[in-house]
């Protein structure tokens, strides 16, 4: 009888505690690599992910999904960042601007008006080195820190928008920069195998295998405010293609872009972010040339991705 009574309570204990499904709207979850990659780490722990069918351009639409859903939070995966780079924004400024920051605000707008958590995950590649960074120093840029770069409308996009984001507190805004993945053909190292030059400038980056799932647990904790979302440290193309080398494809070639040739291309965002804030919530992300080696370890073992 005895033994009965302690099974039907630890039954009970374990009912009472168990972590009930939460529910997730994701918006880019559908079509976005990354917002596919989300969708499936929330369904990995169990809980509910809702792909958004209705898109960031269509206010109305959105508003009358979230009432039928009413989602317990949502995450942003969506946005314009151009076919196949940014410079396609350039010839689509009214279209970028008005789903980067016109479509976004107004999921915001409606998470805030609904009393639901909103994740927005964006770029990183909001700075460039300058007096009070230079390269090599390691001093990173910190979340406080006003971004630098203004030389294409995507960048700008995402720093009006950042701006705005300031009178919304209750939102969390992930900057990524560079992100990298198993799955080869989306990420960073997929575009940077394919070239037969690269920059030597050392850079933050995202292992979206580590950091993805930390998202998805910032956002079930309701964590708030905006982090530089990227593994602690730097590494340049060229070492990222030596450990590809090393670890990978030892049969890899490229070279690397001379002063002159340098000067002759676009400024793009080469800088370091600091993670110290970052770091305070998540002690145990690792320092980026090890989890890429991690990684690459992944897949040289033909493991599957995320």
Not at 49 to 64: G, T
Not at 127 to 137: A, L, Q
Not at 299 to 306: E, S, T, V
Request: proline share 5%.
């Amino acid at each position: 009888m005895l033994k009965k009574i302690t099974i039907f309570l630890l039954t009970l204990f374990i009912i009472i505690n168990a972590e009930e499904p939460r529910s997730f709207l994701i918006f880019g979850g559908k079509t976005g690599w990354m917002g596919q990659k989300v969708v499936k780490i929330i369904q990995d722990l169990g809980h509910v992910a809702i792909c958004a069918e209705s898109r960031l351009e269509n206010s109305s639409a959105m508003e009358a999904e979230i009432q039928s859903i009413m989602p317990d939070f949502i995450i942003n995966a969506a946005g314009i960042t151009g076919r196949p780079n940014i410079d396609w924004c350039e010839q689509h400024k009214q279209e970028t601007f008005e789903v980067n920051v016109v479509g976004t605000l107004n999921l915001v707008q409606l998470a805030t008006k609904y009393n639901i958590h909103l994740t927005n995950l964006t770029t990183g590649c909001l700075y460039t080195y300058d007096e009070k960074h230079p390269m090599g120093s390691g001093v990173g840029f910190t979340e406080e820190e006003k971004p630098n770069l203004f030389n294409s409308i995507y960048a700008k996009t995402k720093i009006i928008l950042e701006d705005l984001l300031t009178e919304y507190p209750e939102v969390l805004n992930l900057r990524i920069k560079m992100p990298i993945s198993t799955e080869f053909d989306k990420g960073f190292v997929g575009k940077i195998i394919n070239f037969k030059k690269v920059v030597n400038f050392p850079n933050s980056l995202a292992v979206l295998d580590e950091l993805l799932p930390i998202a998805v647990d910032m956002t079930l904790k309701k964590v708030t405010g905006c982090f530089n979302f990227v593994n602690p440290g730097s590494l340049s193309h060229h070492e990222v293609l030596e450990l590809y080398k090393e670890y990978v494809d030892p049969s890899h070639r490229y070279g690397c872009f001379t002063q002159d040739e340098l000067s002759k291309i676009p400024v793009r965002s080469n800088a370091v972010l600091s993670t110290s804030k970052l770091l305070k919530l998540y002690p145990n992300i690792l320092p980026i040339r090890e989890s890429l080696i991690q990684l690459f370890k992944k897949i040289k073992m033909g493991l599957n991705p995320l």
